[in-house]
């Protein structure tokens, strides 16, 4: 029960990392909020988990105000915030993705980051403690030809991160973020353009370890970095990546 009595919101945790770093938390005695576009995959969540479904829209900044208000009276408080709702434009040479998908890439990705931010770091700094994660990506480490625009939204959460750790370290508050390998989701056949025998070969390649990332490897390293174990690390990029940035 690694994290008995703490109250935790997970964006986008319906689906993939997020539902399995969800799942984990609550077996580890923590409350969640699972706050996802896609509400009927978030109450499925809930359901197995014993969790809190919310509808919320992570790029809207009235969603999100909303959502942090909701999530405060369901809970009676906010320890952790874990910023996992990300997608991404299909793989594209650079000049060919659309202003529109570009655009929906850097609000999820990004300008939630920020909303976030706006909406709960006030509170934390008020109880002088929290623990923040934000799920970026290997792409925004070595980032590869063709994912161009998402690979440099990733980059921009990592740089966010360790901005957020700095200025809020006095206050307390650990930001931490971790840097996926491709993993066994609904996005992965996003990133891959198609999802044949031929393209999992070829990302598979590039990974050591020579396996695709599990929600459960993820939960892993969440839990840690949002444990009380990780009092003394902030500003951390962890990759849980089989070695693909070696
Ligand atoms: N799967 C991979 O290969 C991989 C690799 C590296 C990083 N990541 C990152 O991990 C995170 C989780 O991805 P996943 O693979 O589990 O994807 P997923 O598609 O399975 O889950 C993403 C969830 O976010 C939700 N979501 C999307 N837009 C939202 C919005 N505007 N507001 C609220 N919720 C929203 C979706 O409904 C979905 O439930 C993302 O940030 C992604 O970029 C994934």
């Given at each position: 029960?690694?994290?008995?009595?703490k109250?935790?919101?997970?964006t986008?945790?319906?689906?993939g990392?997020?539902?399995?770093?969800?799942?984990?938390?609550?077996a580890?005695g923590?409350?969640?909020?699972?706050?996802?576009?896609n509400?009927?995959?978030?109450r499925?969540v809930a359901?197995?988990t014993?969790?809190?479904?919310?509808h919320?829209?992570?790029?809207?900044?009235a969603?999100?105000?909303n959502?942090?208000?909701?999530?405060?009276?369901?809970?009676?408080?906010?320890?952790?915030?874990?910023?996992?709702?990300?997608?991404?434009?299909?793989?594209a040479?650079?000049?060919?993705?659309?202003e529109e998908?570009f655009?929906?890439v850097?609000?999820?990705n990004?300008?939630?980051?920020?909303l976030?931010?706006?909406?709960?770091?006030?509170?934390?700094?008020?109880q002088g403690?929290g623990?923040?994660l934000?799920v970026?990506?290997?792409?925004?480490?070595s980032p590869r030809?063709k994912?161009?625009?998402?690979?440099?939204?990733?980059?921009?959460?990592?740089?966010?991160?360790?901005?957020?750790a700095?200025?809020?370290?006095?206050?307390?508050?650990?930001?931490?973020?971790?840097?996926p390998?491709?993993?066994?989701?609904?996005l992965?056949a996003?990133?891959m353009?198609?999802?044949?025998?031929?393209?999992?070969?070829k990302?598979l390649?590039?990974?050591p370890?020579g396996?695709?990332?599990?929600?459960?490897?993820l939960?892993?390293?969440?839990?840690f970095?949002?444990?009380?174990?990780?009092d003394m690390?902030?500003?951390?990029?962890?990759e849980?990546?089989?070695?693909?940035c070696?």
């Amino acid at each position: 029960m690694r994290l008995q009595g703490k109250r935790a919101i997970v964006t986008g945790g319906g689906s993939g990392f997020g539902a399995g770093i969800v799942t984990r938390f609550a077996a580890e005695g923590a409350q969640v909020v699972i706050a996802d576009i896609n509400f009927e995959n978030a109450r499925e969540v809930a359901q197995d988990t014993g969790g809190h479904a919310l509808h919320a829209d992570v790029s809207d900044p009235a969603s999100v105000t909303n959502l942090v208000a909701e999530a405060n009276d369901l809970m009676g408080g906010i320890d952790i915030l874990v910023n996992n709702a990300g997608i991404t434009h299909l793989p594209a040479l650079m000049e060919d993705v659309s202003e529109e998908d570009f655009d929906r890439v850097f609000a999820v990705n990004c300008k939630s980051v920020y909303l976030m931010a706006r909406a709960l770091v006030p509170q934390l700094k008020g109880q002088g403690s929290g623990a923040i994660l934000n799920v970026a990506s290997t792409a925004g480490v070595s980032p590869r030809p063709k994912l161009n625009w998402y690979n440099a939204s990733k980059g921009w959460m990592n740089t966010a991160t360790k901005t957020m750790a700095v200025e809020l370290a006095p206050s307390g508050i650990r930001v931490n973020a971790l840097n996926p390998v491709a993993g066994e989701t609904p996005l992965l056949a996003s990133f891959m353009g198609e999802d044949t025998p031929e393209m999992r070969a070829k990302f598979l390649a590039t990974i050591p370890l020579g396996r695709f990332s599990t929600p459960q490897d993820l939960a892993n390293a969440a839990l840690f970095l949002c444990s009380d174990e990780a009092d003394m690390i902030t500003g951390t990029c962890l990759e849980v990546d089989g070695g693909r940035c070696i």
